[in-house]
């Protein structure tokens, strides 16, 4: 079982840049399929990105395609969100998620594991 604390949000005007971190304790990290979720107040809990656990591939929903990146660094346990050219509609909870072994699936019904969520709020 893997517990998951993510950290870095804040408050960034449009075209900022932020980084997300998500660090994980208790599993064996580089067997987990680990993705980013993102809620706002009126939504419903979206996928943002994903990262496979085997071959390190990369997804991403088409509104953040060309400015957010995903990776993760297995020796220090810890997934990244790099987001760049920030918008206003970012404005939002980001969560963490992981699934053991998972095949990479983009609904949260599919992972088992999340974080606590950190918020992202970008505003002129």
């Known amino acids: 079982q893997v517990q998951l604390v993510e950290s870095g949000g804040g408050l960034v005007r449009p075209g900022d840049s932020l980084r997300l971190l998500c660090e994980a304790s208790g599993g064996a990290f580089s067997k987990y399929l680990m993705a980013w979720f993102r809620q706002t107040p009126v939504g419903e809990r979206e996928f943002v990105a994903a990262i496979s656990w085997n071959e390190g591939n990369t997804y991403y929903t088409d509104s953040v395609k060309g400015r957010f990146t995903i990776s993760r660094d297995d020796a220090k346990n810890t997934v990244f969100l790099q987001m760049d050219s920030l918008r206003l509609e970012d404005t939002a909870v980001y969560y963490c998620?992981?699934?053991?072994?998972?095949?990479?699936?983009?609904?949260?019904?599919?992972?088992?594991?999340w974080g606590q969520g950190t918020q992202v709020t970008v505003s002129s």
């Open positions: 998620a992981a699934e053991y072994l998972g095949v990479v699936r983009f609904t949260p019904l599919d992972y088992r594991y």
